[in-house]
């Protein structure tokens, strides 16, 4: 996509410095700044602060930390030690365990002396592999806003998304936005309502600063307004990422996920979930009992950080300082609460037997 008209990524390789450059997320949307990484504790740095956050970017990002880890040694025992270091840095995106894996698998079969090369060409494969798939849920995603479009002529569709699952969230497109570009960039008349998502405001500060790079009307809204907009006819459909979605189709997303599947239902508005493979988790059932959902620093909730009146980012306190906080990251919606999932492979329901029939080589395997 592009920042002021430039195209960029959010990952890419420096040919000459041979390091991964990141664009630091924590930085958006005040300061546009891209980092160097150079090692696999520097990946998993940037994964654990969240400079890069947003399932498959996490997966890539480990990708290349652990060809990094492979340039400084690439022996079995630091292959293992980096999967660890790297497989620590964030609980909830199983994105993470699947890349990991698929780097681990292609790496041990080979000799040593090839792994460093072997490591980067893999790791550059599922960065690839990341943009096919958001491509490809942007075309299925597309058919479900030209046929809310075809309801309502003349008038635009408004389309409710939480957190970003944004390009910044992949490689390149996003999950949940990929629809949403092909279909402004084809014409169609859209208007995204963008949940601030507290606490940390990716909504506000990420999808918000990358739609309007692209030009696509947006509103940032409170977290709580959505089930509002939905009783007045306010939100035609609902598009949000996944983190992880278990076999039998419940989706764990950014917490407040489940109160907007909730709102959606009860106003008959569509719920659809942008889910490619990478973050399907086919080794479990129940999301509410087995997706461990990370819990972050109560200070995300406690302070806030912006950018002051004298253009200098900077973090106040807005509670007393006696208060705890508590600070669930993700939640669970239940597969009934969802429309449909939006595959690289179409839209499919969320059950057992739509995932399985869609994706039936991934039945019974670990990733
Ligand atoms: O904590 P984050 O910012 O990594 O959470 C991101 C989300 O919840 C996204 O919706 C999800 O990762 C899907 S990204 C395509």
């Known amino acids: 996509m592009r920042v002021e008209g430039k195209p960029f990524r959010t990952v890419w390789l420096d040919g000459q410095t041979r390091s991964v450059k990141i664009i630091d997320q924590t930085r958006l949307p005040h300061e546009f700044a891209s980092l160097s990484i150079n090692t696999v ?10 400079q890069v956050r947003g399932a498959p970017l996490i997966g890539v990002t480990a990708a290349y930390g652990m060809a990094l880890a492979m340039r400084t040694d690439a022996s079995d025992t630091n292959l293992d ?80 998304t939480h957190c970003n699952a944004g390009w910044l969230a992949t490689v390149d497109w996003g999950t949940a936005t990929a629809p949403i570009y092909k279909a402004h ?24 600063w990358e739609l309007g790079q692209h030009g696509v009307p947006h509103t940032i809204i409170v977290d709580n307004a959505g089930g509002h907009l939905m009783q007045h006819g306010e939100v035609d459909l609902v598009i949000v990422g996944t983190d992880r979605t278990t076999a039998s189709g419940d989706v764990c997303n950014k917490i407040g996920t489940y109160l907007k599947a909730l709102a959606a239902q009860d106003n008959g508005v569509p719920f659809y979930v942008a889910a490619p493979s990478p973050s399907i988790d086919f080794t479990i059932e129940d999301g509410i009992a087995e997706v461990p959902i990370e819990t972050r620093s109560a200070r995300e909730i406690t302070h ?32 009934r609460l969802v429309t449909g999932l939006i595959t690289e492979r179409g839209v499919i329901s969320a059950t057992r037997d739509a995932l399985a029939k869609a994706f039936p080589e991934c039945i019974g395997k670990r990733s």
């Open 41 to 50: 504790f520097e990946a998993a740095h940037a994964i654990k602060t969240m």
């Open 81 to 160: 030690s980096a999967c660890a270091i790297l497989a620590g840095a964030r609980p909830t995106a199983v994105n993470l365990r699947w890349a990991i894996d698929s780097m681990r698998r292609h790496l041990l079969a080979l000799p040593l002396a090839e792994r460093e090369q072997a490591g980067f060409a893999h790791a550059g494969a599922i960065t690839e592999q990341d943009v096919e798939l958001c491509q490809a849920i942007g075309g299925h995603g597309l058919g479900l806003i030209r046929a809310a479009a075809a309801r309502k002529p003349g008038q635009r569709v408004n389309v409710l």
């Open 185 to 208: 960039d084809e014409g169609i008349a859209l208007h995204i309502w963008v949940d601030e998502t507290r606490p940390r405001n990716q909504g506000a500060s990420l999808t918000a």
């Open 304 to 335: 806030i950080t912006g950018l002051g009146a004298d253009g200098q980012i900077e973090t106040v306190c807005i509670s007393p300082a006696g208060s705890s906080a508590l600070n669930y990251a993700f939640d669970v919606t239940p597969a």
